[in-house]
């Protein structure tokens, strides 16, 4: 079992920015890779960054340039910066863990979410 708990999140003012942080517990030699995904009122979940055992990053195209996810590999924890943040970044973000569970069966679990509000 992995457990994911995030920080950061806050109120910014348009072009500003936050650093959102995601500290993994428990079996965390089975996690294969972690990633931010975001969630805005009536809109589907997506995926903002993402991040690989061996280190590959990969970005939605409306965060690139802007965004950057790392790690922590000591602290077993992985980060987003955000940069230059728009109001349409508005959303509650979420620290997702993919991983081998039992059996070896691929499992993934999330945070319980932290509220980014960017104003205009």
């Known amino acids: 079992q992995v457990q994911l708990v995030e920080s950061g999140g806050g109120l910014v003012q348009a072009g500003g920015s936050l650093r959102l942080s995601c500290a993994a517990s428990?079996?965390?030699?089975?996690?294969?890779?972690m990633g931010w995904y975001r969630q805005a009122p009536g809109n589907k979940r997506e995926l903002v960054a993402g991040i690989t055992k061996g280190g590959s990053t990969n970005y939605a195209d409306s965060v690139k340039g802007r965004f950057t996810i790392s790690r922590d590999n000591a602290k077993n924890t992985v980060y987003l910066q955000m940069n230059s943040l728009k109001p349409e970044g508005t959303a509650v973000y979420y620290c997702n863990a993919s991983y081998w569970g039992e059996g070896g069966l691929p499992a993934d679990c999330w945070g319980q979410g932290t509220q980014v509000t960017v104003s205009s």
């Open positions: 428990g079996s965390i030699f089975s996690i294969n890779a």
